[in-house]
């Protein structure tokens, strides 16, 4: 390895790093940011050859060196939160600046006994057994070079830990902002996410930042949901624009349990999105949704994997994006159904609405089916807008513009209308609103329907 | 004299450049229907498109004026604020956009036009109530997608249902009541003879006689290979019923 080698700024920073990091005294997670470290120096970052990468070159990232980013809650107010805040939310809510907790802009309420949420650096030293039984034992950091990379450098993340049969009704709201330097900084955010037997919980991930500097947000969130627990999970990726933002949600299902999540990419310029489930034993039903709006010069990369690797389980996926100017998406979806994973059901659908020529989305889903008694389906599209569509609102008085910015928002409200948090819900449609051009007549016409 | 509601002079349109009308006349004032009838692939719905605005029916040749002004200078939006509505032989599935909402905004759009005042939700509300129990649809129907699953009756009915929220001034109906059976062939003829006022005119295409046993027009026209070949009354809907469009269509390829 060379000192031009993009891994060495790594593997020099690692030998320091690991020596201040959380849990630094305990041997197994030592062990285990070494080894996620040496896989990462042994793997390096993923290149277009790889079939995973093909579509999305991560070289703005290897060329740059990133600084962990230091602490900066000094310079955030909490006007600064309150602008990326949903009105009216009420629930739980950790805010990390720049990757560390910050007390002053969290709140957690009352909540029923022995449910946790906190940091994963307390949760270390509360509950150690815990946190090592399910750290990094989902998501694979052997195939996913970035979740190596954090699994190594994480500093800070939540906690969750919901116990068997509890519910916590109230949503949890996990906001990570980041308030870029003078020169490029990392956050290697890492949450683990306990919902234990019949337990109860929605788990709602922000991300956000401003200004014009560099900044890369690289976080892992692992999920375990029990047997015939409910589990509703929502990532909302407000980037600023020039931000890298890598991320992978590994998702493990117990029986008869209920999954849905909703990840939302709205922001950020280089993006990729994992999400990772795997449902380890029957009954259990997932709604994986996602909603993509790429502009500009960004770049949004979605792939999905479901492994339905036990029968009489459930899966249905919609990925819907809308891309504009220079914009540019990747949806790969996979769905495994393994050899004995009978009667398995399972919907992948993707559809893309192109606003501008220039626009390019790479759609490609997919099924590996390893069982004979299954119902797959997958569907995806690319296409313009509909011109019937647009003459018809015309043809009862609706202007162009108007027309073209309510069918924008149409397609849209599939996957907008399926949030379940209310004002999450709302924040998400007045974002949307807020880039379409006739914003005001779109917003009458549709906002009794948000 | 008032200028008639809509006067169509020699109109010739194309389709991409598919020539489709091939100089069509028709003249129909206030207060009147027009019943025009003819084989598929005639023209019917190019010419009502024509109407409305669609672009990429191009207009080659001729000219077409509503209550005096140039129809075919102005935006198909602009149409509609001044009155001409096109109930699609087709209606269009929207969804995501909400039914009622949908209408709401189209209607507070063409009351801004006319400098009227705006709609709040509860008077939108009160207003279409009596319209869907007129039209026998549910309540639910307001909840739903623009058009989104609705069956084939229902598009028609929601036309029909725009039609009376919007209340315009020249009526285009293609093909409102294919499609239907007798009982909503019924409720639709009821709502568009309800619109019947001395100040409006309702051009009505279609292919079978039996709607015209519920709404008389006063003039019925032949409409084959893009042109109209006979005018008429009501008594020449029964004689197509009778004798098909054979006649015209060989009188068609003589000219
Ligand atoms: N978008 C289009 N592109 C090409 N040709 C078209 C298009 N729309 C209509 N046409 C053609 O124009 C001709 C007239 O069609 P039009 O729909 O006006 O007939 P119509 O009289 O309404 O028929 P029908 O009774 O079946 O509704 C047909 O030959 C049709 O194929
Ligand atoms: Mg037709």
Redesign the pocket.
């Known amino acids: 390895m060379t000192d031009a080698d993009p891994r060495q700024a790594y593997v020099d920073d690692f030998s320091k790093f690991e020596r201040e990091a959380p849990g630094a005294d305990l041997p197994w997670l030592r062990d285990l940011r070494r080894s996620a470290m040496a896989r990462f120096r042994d793997r390096g970052f993923p290149t277009l050859k790889e079939e995973e990468w093909k579509y999305t070159s991560v070289a703005p990232i290897a060329r740059t060196t990133f600084r962990r980013a230091p602490a900066a809650s000094d310079g955030v107010a909490r006007e600064d939160v309150e602008r990326i805040a949903f009105h009216g939310f009420r629930g739980h809510q950790l805010v990390f600046v720049n990757g560390r907790l910050d007390p002053h802009l969290s709140g957690v309420g009352a909540l029923p006994e022995g449910v946790q949420i906190r940091r994963l650096e307390e949760a270390l030293e509360g509950d150690p057994a815990l946190v090592e039984r399910h750290l990094a034992r989902h998501a694979a950091f052997d195939r996913q070079p970035f979740a190596a990379l954090n699994t190594a450098f994480w500093e800070d993340g939540a906690f969750v830990h919901v116990p068997k049969g509890v519910a916590v009704p109230e949503p949890i709201h996990l906001v990570f902002l980041s308030k870029p330097q003078h020169e490029p900084t990392v956050v290697h955010a890492r949450n683990l996410i306990l919902i234990d037997e019949g337990a109860v919980a929605i788990v709602v991930e922000s991300y956000a930042g401003w200004g014009d500097g560099l900044y890369f947000t690289n976080p892992v969130t692992e999920v375990v949901v029990g047997d015939e627990a409910v589990f509703n999970h929502y990532k909302l990726q407000r980037e600023s624009e020039k931000a890298f933002h890598i991320g992978v949600l590994q998702i493990l299902q117990g029986r008869a349990s209920n999954v849905t999540d909703n990840s939302l990419a709205l922001g950020g310029g280089l993006v990729r999105n994992d999400v990772n489930t795997w449902f380890a034993d029957e009954g259990g039903e997932l709604n994986l949704d996602g909603l993509y709006v790429v502009g500009g010069r960004q770049h949004v990369d979605n792939h999905t994997r479901i492994d339905h690797a036990k029968p009489h389980c459930t899966s249905f996926e919609l990925y819907k994006g809308i891309l504009d100017g220079h914009g540019r998406a990747v949806f790969y979806g996979n769905i495994v159904v393994h050899k004995d994973a009978q009667k398995t059901n399972a919907m992948q659908t993707n559809k893309n609405l192109l606003l501008s020529r220039d626009a390019l989305v790479d759609s490609i889903p997919g099924l590996q089916i390893l069982a004979n008694d299954v119902k797959c389906r997958h569907g995806s599209s690319i296409g313009h807008m509909d011109e019937e569509q647009v003459f018809y609102l015309r043809s009862r008085g609706l202007d162009e513009e108007t027309a073209r910015s309510l069918l924008t928002y149409g397609f849209a409200a599939e996957v907008v209308n399926r949030v379940r948090v209310l004002p999450l819900r709302a924040a998400l449609g007045a974002w949307i609103l807020s880039r379409l051009p006739a914003s005001a007549a779109v917003s009458d016409a549709v906002r009794e329907g948000l | 004299m008032a200028a008639p509601m809509l006067e169509i002079r020699d109109v010739h349109a194309s ?2 450049d ?1 020539p ?1 009308l091939k100089g069509v006349d028709l003249v129909a004032n206030a207060g009147e229907v027009h019943a025009i009838m ?1 084989p ?7 010419l009502a498109n024509v109407l409305a605005g669609r672009p990429n029916f191009t207009v080659t040749q001729g000219q077409v004026h509503y209550m005096g002004r140039n129809l075919l200078a102005m935006k198909p939006e602009d149409r509609a604020r001044e009155g001409v509505f096109m109930a699609f ?1 087709y209606p269009v599935e929207i969804p995501g956009v909400n039914n009622a909402y949908f209408l709401k905004s189209a209607l507070n759009a063409m009351r801004r036009y006319r400098g009227e005042e705006e709609l709040d939700a509860i008077e939108f509300l009160s207003l279409i109530e009596e319209k869907l129990k007129l039209l026998g649809l549910d309540e639910s129907f307001t909840k739903r997608g623009l058009n989104e699953g609705f069956s084939g009756g229902e598009k028609k009915r929601n036309e029909i249902f725009q039609l009376l929220v919007l209340q315009p001034k020249l009526a285009i109906l293609d ?1 409102t009541d294919s499609g239907l059976d007798i009982d909503a062939l019924k409720i639709v003829a009821n709502g568009v003879n309800m619109m019947r006022s001395p100040e409006r005119t309702t051009l009505l295409v279609t ?1 079978y006689q039996r709607i015209l046993n519920y709404i008389q027009p006063d003039v019925v026209h032949v409409l084959v290979d893009g042109r109209i070949v006979k005018s008429g009354g009501n008594e020449l809907a029964h004689e197509l019923e009778k004798h098909g469009y054979a006649q015209f269509e060989a009188a068609a390829k003589v000219a």
Request: net charge positive; proline share 0%.
């Open positions: 389709v991409g598919k489709i003819g598929n692939g005639s023209g019917k719905s190019t032989q093909e292919h």
